[in-house]
Nanobody, 119 residues
Framework: QVQLVESGGGLVQAGGSLRLFCAAP????????MGWFRQAPEKEREFVAS????????ASAPSMKSRSTISKDNLKNTVFLQMNSLKPEDTALYYC????????????WGQGTQVTVSS
């Protein structure tokens, strides 16, 4: 079982920045990848960024690639998502998720942290 706790969301003006945090307290057995996803009202959940647990690989959605950085603190079992030049369309509930080694899906999810970007 992997527990994930997100934080760092909030209200920011367009053009501003936010840093999201995802803590994985306790044991983190066999995690292959950590990812960030978001879901806006009346829209489907979409991929934002991911990072391999060994830091060898990262990936970002095209809409966020130039405006976000995903990173990880191995000692603290924490994943960060730095988002810059935020736009109103980035407003969503942001979720952290974990995918185990060899798994095809993200099976573990946090509760989400709200990001609201005002125009």
């Amino acid at each position: 079982q992997v527990q994930l706790v997100e934080s760092g969301g909030g209200l920011v003006q367009a053009g501003g920045s936010l840093r999201l945090f995802c803590a994985a307290p306790g044991r983190t057995p066999s995690i292959g990848y950590m990812g960030w996803f978001r879901q806006a009202p009346e829209k489907e959940r979409e991929f934002v960024a991911s990072i391999s647990w060994n830091d060898a690989y990262t990936a970002s959605a095209p809409s966020m690639k130039s405006r976000s950085t995903i990173s990880k603190d191995n000692l603290k079992n924490t994943v960060f998502l730095q988002m810059n030049s935020l736009k109103p369309e980035d407003t969503a509930l942001y979720y952290c998720a974990a995918r185990l080694n060899g798994a095809q899906i993200y099976a573990y999810w946090g509760q989400g942290t709200q990001v609201t970007v005002s125009s």
